[in-house]
Structures are given as C-alpha cells and as structure tokens.
C-alpha cells in the first residue's frame, strides 16, 4: 500500500510560477513509477507529467513541455513538479499518481492517487 500526499496548490496570476510537491509513505518508493494528473471542471483527468523509477526519464504532455518539470528524490519519498508560465488553461486539481510500472506515461495504468491539490491561475 502507498499513500500519497499532495501539497503547493494554490492561486497564482498568468505568468507565475507553483511548486508541486508529494510525499510518499509505505512501500520502497523506488519501485514506482510516478506522475501527476489533472482534472479541469467539466472535463476528464489528464495525463500532465510521469518519471520513471530512478528519475533518469521524464515524459510530459506537449501543452506543458517547456514550462513544467517533474522529479524526484527516492530518498526523501518525494516528487515534485515545477510549473512555470503558467497560464489560466492549467487551472485544475493536480493529482500525484504512482503505478507499479518502471515509469508514468499517458496510459500508464495508476495503482494508487493522492486526494489532489487546487491550482488555479488567474488572467
């Protein structure tokens, strides 16, 4: 079992910059694949961003690819993801996502979810 805690959310204005950060408890973290999601109102979840087990890897949807980062630290338990130039299109809940896969690509099956973290970016 894995649970997954999301934080750094928040209200930001078109052009600035969030930091994402999830932290991990329960089995060796380095086993997982991870990513994050998200899910607009009225719209369906998202594949945003994945990392594969030792980080060297990292697979983004094309809207974010060049403002957002992904990473992690297999020893603090932690990923996290740098969203720069943000727009108001970004605007949604983010979810940390980690499957028993080597790594997090859009159609990646996702073992466990965080409860999500609110990103909203002002015009």
């Known amino acids: 079992q894995v649970q997954l805690v999301e934080s750094g959310g928040g209200l930001v204005q078109a052009g600035g910059s969030l930091r994402l950060s999830c932290a991990a408890s329960g089995r060796p973290f380095s086993m997982y694949g991870m990513g994050w999601f998200r899910q607009a109102p009225g719209k369906e979840r998202e594949f945003v961003a994945g990392i594969n087990w030792s980080g060297t890897s990292t697979y983004y949807l094309d809207s974010v690819k060049g403002r957002f980062t992904i990473s992690r630290d297999n020893a603090k338990k932690t990923v996290r993801l740098q969203m720069n130039s943000l727009k108001p299109e970004d605007t949604a809940v983010y979810y940390c996502?980690?499957?028993?896969?080597?790594?997090?690509?859009?159609?990646?099956?996702?073992?466990?979810w965080g409860q999500g973290t609110q990103v909203t970016v002002s015009s």
């Open positions: 996502a980690a499957a028993r896969r080597q790594t997090v690509e859009v159609h990646t099956p996702i073992d466990y």
